[in-house]
């Protein structure tokens, strides 16, 4: 059964940071590529982060550029998701997100989600 766990989330004051982990039970884990999207109520859900297979390659959207950073360990079969610098406007759930093949900021190409980790930045 393929599970992603976030872990991370919590509650931090405007200007701080929290890393955010998502553990995956996935065969060939370093078959795919992963991403982060966020979700705040009333809002659709939005593209935060992803990354390629290998690393290599990471594509983040405008609004988190130059504060974010997201990184995979394969060994670990573990995606991570720095946040810096963060707003109130960042308050979210936040779901990790596995495809198998490329790292997409589309989330209907996504094949498989975590349950999401609660994110409150407050002002």
Do not use: H
Not at 39 to 62: L, M, N
Not at 64 to 83: C, E, H, P, W
């Amino acid at each position: 059964q393929v599970q992603l766990v976030e872990s991370g989330g919590g509650l931090v004051q405007a200007g701080g940071s929290l890393r955010l982990s998502c553990a995956a039970s996935l065969r060939n884990f370093d078959s795919y590529g992963l991403g982060w999207f966020r979700q705040s109520p009333g809002k659709e859900r939005e593209f935060v982060a992803a990354i390629t297979w290998s690393g290599g390659t990471t594509y983040y959207a405008d609004s988190v550029k130059g504060r974010f950073t997201i990184s995979r360990d394969n060994a670990k079969s573990t995606v991570y998701l720095q946040m810096n610098s963060l707003k109130p406007e960042d308050t979210a759930v936040y779901y990790c997100a596995a495809d198998l093949g490329i790292a997409t900021s589309t989330f209907e190409e996504y094949d498989y989600w975590g349950q999401g980790t609660q994110v409150t930045v407050s002002s």
